[in-house]
Antibody, heavy 120, light 111 residues
């Protein structure tokens, strides 16, 4: 059973860059079974897919965030990470990491979520 | 890209049946699998339906998924409503470029 856990700052200033890490246990991020993904949810709003990374290093981003997002994997630590630049208040959200099952393309495991507030 | 449109909210009484729709605009609903997630307040989403109509182990058969190609939509039906079903429900699909799309979510109120 996969377990995912987000870590990172809870408060970031406008115009700065957010960095979050997702630690994975129960499988290697080098597996070809999953994509590793970030999803966010602004307070009181719906889910928004941010992007995904595959074991090959290939990345796939939401076009609305593409210019500000980088997702990468660190196989030595069995973690994957998200960086989001040029933050504004609109980026305030709960950020989830999740495993996206290849072929079926559904998220079968989620982290508990990490609230990030963008404020000066 | 494409969009998935859900009703903002639905409500029904305990014991009844409710259906939540998810309409795809841009492309065919049958082109890519549709999944459904339940999210309770303060929690992470959990999978109710994957691959259009498959239930993960542990999900009651009160939850069922269906694809209607004539209306280019997917639907989630919950029968025998229970108070614990009160939650937000999201549909999700993807395109051939591995981009993922969520519907806007539907708030289910069990009266």
């Amino acid at each position: 059973q996969l377990q995912l856990q987000e870590s990172g700052p809870g408060l970031v200033k406008p115009s700065e860059t957010l960095s979050l890490t997702c630690s994975v246990s129960g499988d290697s991020i080098n597996t070809n079974k999953y994509f590793w993904a970030w999803i966010r949810q602004p307070p009181g709003k719906g889910l928004q897919w941010i992007g995904s990374v595959y074991h090959s290093g290939n990345t796939y981003y939401n076009p609305s965030l593409d210019s500000r997002v980088t997702i990468s994997g660190d196989t030595s630590k069995n973690q994957f990470s998200l960086t989001l630049s040029s933050l504004t208040a609109a980026d305030t959200a709960v950020y989830f990491c999740a495993s996206l099952l290849g072929g079926s393309y559904f998220f079968d495991s989620w982290g508990q979520g990490s609230l990030v507030t963008v404020s000066s | 890209n494409f969009m998935l449109t859900q009703p903002h909210s639905v409500s029904e009484s305990p014991g009844k049946t409710v259906t939540i729709s998810c309409t795809r605009s841009g492309g065919s609903i049958g082109s890519n699998y549709v999944q459904w997630y339940q999210q309770r307040p303060g929690g992470s989403p959990t999978t109710l339906i994957y691959e259009d109509n498959q239930r993960p182990s542990g999900v009651p058969d009160r939850f069922s998924g269906f694809i209607d190609r004539s209306s280019n939509s997917a639907s989630l039906t919950i029968s025998g409503l229970e108070s614990e079903d009160e939650a937000d429900y999201y549909c999700q699909s993807y395109n051939d470029n591995n981009a993922v799309v969520f519907g806007g979510g539907t708030k289910l109120t069990v009266l």
